[in-house]
């Protein structure tokens, strides 16, 4: 039986729990809270209206039945006015005793019931007589109000039991009027409406309650976009905007919300670009100073070899190691050769430290690169010779690009200069122009030993070097690659190296239309 029962109260609670999650009955909401207040509002309302009516209506209803025994006093004042009364004013007397539920009696000066019409007028003058007897002319204690004409009071009828709200008066012609009205129907008549308004005021506080839970969905639905949208803008999250409907106090502040989000938006987008730039410009400081200390640490490095050289040779012809003339020009040849070298390694230096730290310009033109090809290969024709090396190159139709002629001359030196030092086997170097698009791929290809490929990436590192014996026979540095990378860099272009089956090819691309 237990596990009967326990399957709905589970489901119950889980009801109950994602109706809180979705703050239909989340205590703290304020929906709720308008809602409690609102409701709160209206039974208090409901009740004070309630406790007046125990209060005061009675005698309300008194004071109004005092006013209706007056004016009705009035009117039968006004119908005996000339002694003489017709069918249609018996009528009109008749017609007020039942609307107003008054007793109406109508005495003559001489003690004759003149109204009602009857036939046992004896027991009205005796009921009449027993009433004057035992209450009008006892005192004057009971009476509520009095008049010139007429004077009210509140009876007890002991043999029926109830109260009565009773006018005596005499009229100009000297008749006797006398008023009478149930007030115990009157009290009856208060008790039913206060049960009738407590029922209605249950009824609208419930029915208020529900309606103002519902509707005051409208007036929070929107404050809850808000606060989704202020979560949203903590999250640094300024995709979604209040949607504004009305000019109400809401409507300005979603507006407010809007331009808040937009402002810090802006203001975070520029503080990141300005933290961007602080770490750019930090990065580059660090980049330089790395730059820098590797610069040292490398130039002292190349430099140490060719000055112990020159200083070693030099201190030989000084002390006279060698006497003979032969030993001396080759002591002499070796220190200018390794001055020599020295020199062209400085000035790369010095070129590649223009081309790192932006000192050259880069001048855009457009030019042949054919032409450009041909001019270089005539001018290291004899190197070709002195290496028994066979070039092939096809003859090509002019193909312009925009670049700086003057860069991309320094890149095709040293492919070809590279590619010279490190020929071997056929000793065969290539060069071909490959169009694709909007670019123009030029390639060099030597025969030899391939580059490992871990090394691949590192050969455009300064002072790198993959065969240090070789590259110090024939008097390279290391710079070389550097330069066509840092070309490559400033002419926003691409360069690279990849190994073939019988050797090396160096390539690099240039724009043949203006960007």
């Not at 209506?57 to 005092?66: A, E, I, P």
């Not at 400081?285 to 190349?302: A, G, P």
Request: proline letters at 2%.
């Amino acid at each position: 039986m237990k596990y009967i029962f326990r399957k709905p109260i589970i489901k119950f609670k889980a009801y109950c729990s994602s109706l809180r999650d979705n703050r239909i009955f989340n205590p703290y909401s304020l929906r709720v809270k308008l809602t409690s207040i609102l409701t709160a509002l209206v039974f208090i309302t409901i009740f004070a209206i309630w406790i007046f009516n125990r209060t005061f209506l009675v005698d309300y209803y008194l004071h109004s039945k005092m006013n209706t025994l007056g004016k009705t006093f009035d009117e039968i004042g006004a119908i005996y006015k000339d002694n003489k009364i017709s069918e249609s004013e018996l009528i009109q007397i008749e017609r007020i005793c039942e609307n107003r539920n008054l007793s109406i009696y109508v005495i003559t000066d001489k003690f004759i019931v003149e109204y009602p019409p009857s036939e046992n007028s004896e027991k009205v003058l005796s009921r009449i007589d027993f009433l004057i007897k035992n209450y009008i002319f006892n005192s004057k204690q009971g009476a509520i109000k009095s008049t010139a004409d007429y004077t009210i009071y509140k009876s007890y009828d002991q043999h029926i039991g109830s109260n009565y709200v009773d006018l005596f008066g005499t009229i100009e012609n000297g008749h006797i009027v006398y008023l009478r009205t149930n007030l115990e129907s009157m009290q009856e008549s208060v008790v039913i409406a206060n049960k009738f308004l407590a029922y209605v005021g249950i009824m609208s506080v419930i029915i208020g309650t529900l309606i103002m839970f519902y509707v005051s969905k409208r007036f929070t639905k929107p404050i809850h976009q808000l606060a989704g949208i202020a979560k949203k803008m903590s999250d640094l999250d300024f995709d979604i905007k209040y949607d504004v409907i009305g000019h109400d106090e809401i409507g300005e502040l979603g507006c407010s919300i809007n331009s808040l989000s937009e402002k810090l938006e802006k203001t975070i987008s520029e503080l990141k670009s300005a933290n961007n730039e602080l770490l750019s410009d930090i990065q580059n400081k660090t980049q330089i100073d790395e730059m820098r200390k590797d610069f040292l640490s490398n130039v002292s490095h190349e430099l140490k070899t060719p000055i112990a050289l020159i200083q070693g040779y030099a201190e030989g012809l000084k002390d006279n190691v060698n006497e003979d003339e032969e030993s001396r020009e080759f002591y002499c040849d070796v220190i200018i050769d390794e001055a020599k070298k020295m020199n062209t390694m400085v000035q790369k230096l010095i070129s590649l430290n223009k081309l790192e730290f932006g000192g050259n310009q880069v001048n855009i033109e457009r030019f042949d690169v054919v032409a450009l090809i041909k001019t270089v290969l005539n001018s290291t024709e004899i190197l070709f010779q002195q290496k028994d090396v066979i070039l092939h190159f096809e003859e090509y139709s002019p193909i312009y690009v925009w670049a700086d002629e003057y860069l991309v001359e320094e890149v095709l030196t040293n492919y070809i200069s590279n590619a010279l030092n490190h020929v071997d086997g056929e000793k065969i170097i290539e060069i071909k122009l490959i169009q694709e698009q909007d670019v123009v791929r030029i390639a060099v290809f030597n025969t030899g030993a391939n580059i490992p490929e871990e090394e691949l990436d590192k050969i455009w590192v300064k002072f790198y070097k993959v065969d240090k014996a070789r590259t110090r026979e024939y008097g390279g540095s290391g710079i070389g690659l550097s330069i066509v990378k840092a070309i490559m860099d400033s002419l926003n272009r691409e360069c690279g190296v990849m190994n073939r089956e019988t050797g090396v090819e160096f390539w690099f691309e240039l724009d043949t239309k203006m960007n």
